[in-house]
Structures are given as structure tokens and as C-alpha cells.
């Protein structure tokens, strides 16, 4: 069983910052992406930043220069340093990667359970 986990969220000012860390494991045999989501209450979950395989990164506009997705797909690793977090951040985020779990499986979509990030004065 493909799984994801999470962690690094919590509470922190506006400001301040937080990392995430997601971890793959399971019977993976190739990641074809890696990226981080994010969900706030009544909004629409959102592609924050990601990692090709090949090592292209991604960001939506409102995080560039305040967040870097960094990690390892070959070692099934993803991070997201957040920095200087503002209200509108606090969210979900989810890991997210799209795998195979073997030669002849088709490509799919998996995700962690979410880690709360929570921006407050």
C-alpha cells in the first residue's frame, strides 16, 4: 500500500515560518511528480508547488519568493520551507504524487492524510 505522510504544520504568526515534510513509502516504482496542495475552509483545494521528476519546480504566484519545494523524488522525499506566512496560507496541505507501483500498473494519484497550518496573531 502506497502511502504519504506528512508533517510540519502547526500554529505560527504572520511572518513567521514553517517547513513541511511529505515521505512516500510503500511499493513505488517510479514518481512521475510530487507536489504540495492546499485546502482553506469553503475554498477550492489548490496546487501550491511541486517537483517533476525531472527536477522542474512549480509555484502558484502568491507563494513565489516566500515558499521553496525542495526533495528527492528518486528517494521519495518532498519539502515545502514556507516563509514570511500570511493569513491567507493557512490551509490543509496535502502531498500529493502521481506513481506507478509497478511496470505494468497504470499511472495514478495519491495523497497524504493533510497537515494543518495554521497563521495567527
Known amino acids: 500500500q502506497v502511502q504519504l505522510v506528512e508533517s510540519g504544520g502547526g500554529l505560527v504568526q504572520p511572518g513567521g515560518s514553517l517547513r513541511l515534510s511529505c515521505a512516500a513509502s510503500?511499493?513505488?516504482?517510479?514518481?512521475?511528480?510530487m507536489g504540495w496542495y492546499r485546502q482553506a475552509p469553503g475554498k477550492q483545494r489548490e496546487l501550491v508547488a511541486s517537483?517533476?521528476?525531472?527536477?522542474?519546480?512549480n509555484y502558484i504566484d502568491s507563494v513565489k519568493g516566500r515558499f521553496t519545494a525542495s526533495g528527492d523524488i528518486a528517494a521519495k522525499t518532498l519539502y515545502l520551507q514556507m516563509n514570511n506566512l500570511k493569513l491567507e496560507d493557512a490551509a490543509v496541505y496535502y502531498c500529493?504524487?502521481?506513481?506507478?507501483?509497478?511496470?505494468?500498473?497504470?499511472?495514478?494519484?495519491?495523497w497524504g492524510q493533510g497537515t494543518q497550518v495554521t497563521v495567527s496573531s
Open positions: 500529493n504524487a502521481d506513481l506507478r507501483t509497478a511496470p505494468s500498473r497504470a499511472r495514478n494519484t495519491y
Open positions: 510503500g511499493p513505488i516504482f517510479i514518481i512521475y511528480f
Open positions: 517537483i517533476s521528476s525531472s527536477g522542474t519546480k
